[in-house]
């Protein structure tokens, strides 16, 4: 029974990830990227506002539950919670030392007074969050594919 209720938590929650993720590379990041730089500081400014401590919470939590499974399921199942387990914290590892140092130099920025030696971090912070999507999206086909094996 626990392993069933654990598997829907994870399947929930890798699936939020992945979604989110998703969703910000599939509009956000577009909408953001149209942008001239002051709109873009600003607008970055608001849309990161309340992502932590519910994204970080959520993926670490789906991460700690797969490795739960993991330890108590045997097989197939096992291997993949284990991998889905270490491709969130994966998504863990490029959000918190790749795409949150950048959120914070844009979020000290001043849109209405860039300095002239600005470099765009926009290329930059796609390509990594492009990278933690793609692991949010596989751990959460590991998940599901566990779950219906288990």
Not at 11 to 24: E, I, K, N
Not at 69 to 86: D, E, I, N, Q, Y
């Amino acid at each position: 029974m626990i392993e069933n209720s654990l598997g829907v938590a994870v399947l929930v929650g890798s699936g939020v990830t992945a979604g989110v993720l998703f969703a910000v590379a599939l509009s956000v990041l577009p909408g953001l990227s149209a942008m001239p730089p002051d709109r873009y500081v600003y607008a970055h400014r608001l849309l990161g506002r309340n992502w932590d401590p519910t994204m970080p919470l959520i993926v670490l939590a789906s991460a700690a539950g797969a490795v739960a499974l993991a330890v108590m399921s045997a097989g197939v199942p096992a291997r993949l919670f284990a991998a889905s387990a270490g491709l969130l914290v994966g998504v863990s590892v490029v959000s918190h030392f790749c795409n949150v140092p950048i959120n914070r130099q844009v979020k000290r920025l001043d849109p209405d007074r860039l300095p002239p030696d600005w470099r765009d971090p926009r290329p930059l912070w796609r390509r990594w969050h492009t990278l933690r999507t793609v692991l949010a999206v596989l751990a959460l086909l590991l998940n599901a594919i566990a779950v219906a094996v288990h």
